[in-house]
């Protein structure tokens, strides 16, 4: 079963196992809106359960990847006569949409890769930081926004942009909001490759698709090992990842690997 979106905000399409997704708000630089967010919450779920989807590429329309929470909306939820719902109700609404999103991107057990068009501010940098990998286009640019409209972060962001980049960085952009340049990104571990603004999406599909058709469960107990590395001792960390080896090693793909190292070709992974 393919997925479907509701909405002409969010795009998708589904090839060779690699699943793109397209926030398709050119007009508002991506930023999110309710239809977008419902099925952006729908797609990751698909990506994540679906056996077809090897692989998450997730990227922007136009020239940017996400401008964050649409502020203009906001201004709409700060008019005096409307009566917003209650505090409970606005909070369970949106640990809900967080969690659904960069907290779904994080736990999805799939590799998952973001391509920065553009800009990629606030919560559109969150989402992006949620994502396993990022390449950038040349002109893109990433800042957290947060404090330049009296905000303190959402989806996340200070807990992933400290585990990317580090405590005193994260500080940093957190409290500034400062603009990153792609170069200046790379250098400081935003993002892991920059490329021309024109090569962008066939270098993020190479990867995704390099990913989408590998040892799929290897990745999956690879991701396990690298999400614990921040919260667990050293011996800890070598009893797990024994367990996970021994595990990987009864797989079909680690025994075609094997397979193919002896007969010098390329493996073909099933996920199996």
């Known amino acids: 079963m393919t997925f479907a979106s509701t909405s002409e905000q969010l795009l998708t399409s589904l090839d060779e196992r690699v699943l793109t997704v397209t926030l398709n708000r050119p007009e508002a630089r991506n930023a999110l809106s309710d239809d977008l967010t419902r099925n952006l919450r729908r797609a990751i779920a698909y990506a994540s359960e679906s056996d077809d989807v090897g692989a998450l590429l997730l990227t922007g329309a136009g020239g940017a990847f996400c401008s964050g929470g649409d502020v203009k909306a906001m201004g709409r939820r700060n008019d005096p006569d409307t009566k917003p719902p209650s505090a409970e109700r606005q909070f369970r609404e949106m640990a809900a949409r967080h969690h659904e999103i960069a907290g779904a991107l994080t736990a ?21 930081l949620a994502c396993d990998m990022r390449i950038a286009a040349d002109n893109a640019f990433l800042s957290t926004g947060y404090a330049r409209i009296g905000l303190s972060g959402d989806y996340g962001i200070a807990w992933l942009l400290t585990r990317v980049v580090g405590p005193s960085r994260a500080r940093q952009l957190m409290l500034t909001s400062e603009r990153v340049p792609a170069g200046a990104a790379l250098n400081m571990g935003l993002v892991n490759q920059v490329t021309a603004a024109e090569d962008l999406m066939a270098a993020a ?48 793909d680690h025994q075609e690997a094997v397979r193919a190292f002896a007969e010098k070709r390329e493996p073909d992974f099933t996920g199996e």
């Open 108 to 128: 999805m057990r799939k590799p998952s890769i973001a391509a920065l068009p553009g800009a990629a501010a606030g919560a559109g940098m969150a989402i992006a």
């Open 205 to 252: 599909h190479d990867l995704a698709l390099q990913l989408a058709n590998g040892p799929t469960t290897a990745y999956a107990y690879i991701k396990d090992n690298l999400d614990e590395a921040l919260s667990i001792d050293h011996a800890t960390a070598i009893d797990r990842e024994a367990d996970r080896l021994l595990k990987a090693r009864t797989t079909a």
